[in-house]
Nanobody, 124 residues
């Protein structure tokens, strides 16, 4: 499975961006996709995730609840991360990842496939 993330950029605080994660290859083996981010000098952290096997469920870090929305377009094998009311502290490289299981959705070590990062910079 190959993942390609794009949609990052420079935006002012309070603005919005939509990230996309396009999957290709043996996508039928994956049942969930997550977004993680890594700010300079910090560890990579969980942002949001969506699973679509046995029903659809979404998961969010407390820091983004109410501002970010994760969704999936099954026909396009694409997962989106709509980011609204962006803050300077949202500045980071954002990575998408996919996994074959639907447990431990917030744990990055459980994700099997990773895409390249896309930079999101929020100016204050």
């Amino acid at each position: 499975v190959q993942l390609q993330a794009f949609g990052g950029g420079l935006v002012q605080a309070g603005g919005s961006l939509r990230l996309s994660c396009v999957a290709s290859g043996r996508t039928s083996s994956t049942h969930a996709t997550g977004w993680f981010r890594q700010a300079p000098g910090q560890e990579r952290e969980f942002v949001a995730a969506i699973r679509w096997w046995n029903g659809i469920s979404t998961y969010y870090a407390d820091s983004v609840k109410g501002r970010f929305t994760i969704s999936r377009d099954n026909a396009k094998n694409t997962v989106y991360l709509q980011m609204n009311s962006l803050k300077a502290e949202d500045t980071a490289v954002y990575y998408c990842a996919a996994k074959n299981t639907i447990v431990q959705m917030t744990t990055q070590a459980t994700y099997n496939y990773w895409g390249q990062g896309t930079q999101v910079t929020v100016s204050s």
